[in-house]
C-alpha cells in the first residue's frame, strides 16, 4: 500500500518532470482534485484564456496519480502543443506522431490553432484512430469546437470518432484580465 508520504512526493516528481514550467507552476497552487474521471479520454474546448490546458493538466495529473497508487506498472505520459509540429523537420514530425501513438496517455494542447496540411491530417487521424483501437488515454484542447474543426479538416472521421469516444468540455468562463 502506497503512503500519503508517497503520494505527495509522486506528485511533485510528475508536476516538475511532466508538465511545461507555466503549467507546472500553475498546477502547485491548486490541491490535487483526489478523484479519478471515470473516461478514459476528453476533449476540451472553449475560447482563448478559459483554463482549457489547465483543466487538461488537472485532469492528466489525477490519472498519473491514480495509476502511481493503484498499479506497479508506470505509465507514459507526453506533451504536445500540436501548433509546434510547423517547427518539426520531417524526420522530427514522424517521430513525434510515432511517440504520440505509442505513449499510454496523450495531450495534445492547441489542436488546430494553425491550418493542418492533409498529410498531418491523416497522421492525426491514426494518432486518434490507433489510441481508442488500443485503448489509451487520449486529452484533447481546442479553441474550435467540433463543428468548427470538421470545416478545418474538411472530414469527419475524426470528430465524429472524438464525439463518441471522449468526454466533451466546453468551458466558457474567461480567466482574461
Known amino acids: 500500500m502506497r503512503t500519503i508520504e508517497k503520494y505527495v512526493e509522486k506528485r511533485q ?9 507555466m503549467i507546472c507552476s500553475i498546477l502547485k497552487e491548486i490541491p490535487c482534485i483526489n478523484r479519478y474521471c471515470g ?12 483554463g482549457k490546458t489547465i483543466k487538461a493538466s488537472l ?7 491514480q495509476n502511481y497508487l493503484h498499479s506497479p506498472n508506470s505509465m507514459s ?7 509546434d509540429i ?11 506522431i510515432e511517440n ?3 505513449t499510454d496517455i496523450l495531450f495534445i494542447d492547441d489542436l488546430a490553432v494553425s491550418g493542418i496540411s492533409d498529410w498531418l491530417y491523416n497522421s492525426l487521424y491514426q494518432i486518434i484512430n490507433n489510441r481508442l483501437l488500443y485503448e489509451k488515454i487520449t486529452i484533447i484542447t481546442s479553441n474550435s ?20 469516444h471522449y468526454e466533451l ?6 480567466y482574461r484580465k
Do not use: H
Open 13 to 21: 516528481y510528475i508536476l516538475k518532470n511532466m508538465f511545461p514550467p
Open 39 to 50: 473516461s478514459k479520454n476528453f476533449f476540451i474546448t472553449g475560447d482563448v484564456y478559459t
Open 59 to 65: 485532469i492528466a495529473e489525477q490519472i498519473l496519480i
Open 77 to 83: 505520459f507526453c506533451f504536445f502543443n500540436w501548433s
Open 86 to 96: 510547423y517547427l518539426l523537420s520531417l524526420d522530427e514530425q514522424k517521430k513525434t
Open 100 to 102: 504520440c501513438i505509442k
Open 145 to 164: 469546437d467540433l463543428e468548427k474543426l470538421e470545416k478545418i479538416f474538411q472530414d469527419s472521421r475524426i470528430c465524429s470518432r472524438i464525439e463518441r
Open 169 to 174: 468540455l466546453k468551458l466558457t468562463k474567461s
